[in-house]
Nanobody, 124 residues
Framework: QVQLVESGGGLVQAGGSLRLSCAASGRTIGNYAMGWFRQAPGRERERVAGISGSGRSTYYVDSVKGRFTISRDDAKNTMYLQMNSLTPDDTAVYYC?????????????????WGQGTQVTVSS
């Protein structure tokens, strides 16, 4: 069974940075697309970023382009999300997810494996 564990969340002031990590166990993440999602209170889960199994293709929602960077280290079986220039609108629980295909799924339903989430709070 695949297990994903997020870490790196916390409280940060606006303009600050955080680096989220997603450590996988039970299966290598190599060759499988991975993604980050977030959900703020009262809002639907939102796809934030995705990375293909090769690492050559990435996706970002418009609101984080130029500020967030998704990456993966298959040797460590870990995915990352570097978040810079954070704003209060980035406050949410962030989830990592693993697909079973090479290419980045468009929908959340394309990711069968999910972590428990890590809270990111950005104060103004």
């Amino acid at each position: 069974q695949v297990q994903l564990v997020e870490s790196g969340g916390g409280l940060v002031q606006a303009g600050g940075s955080l680096r989220l990590s997603c450590a996988a166990s039970g299966r290598t993440i190599g060759n499988y697309a991975m993604g980050w999602f977030r959900q703020a209170p009262g809002r639907e889960r939102e796809r934030v970023a995705g990375i293909s199994g090769s690492g050559r293709s990435t996706y970002y929602v418009d609101s984080v382009k130029g500020r967030f960077t998704i990456s993966r280290d298959d040797a460590k079986n870990t995915m990352y999300l570097q978040m810079n220039s954070l704003t209060p609108d980035d406050t949410a629980v962030y989830y990592c997810a693993s697909a079973t295909v090479l290419f980045i799924p468009v929908q959340a339903s394309g990711y069968p494996y999910w972590g428990q989430g890590t809270q990111v709070t950005v104060s103004s």
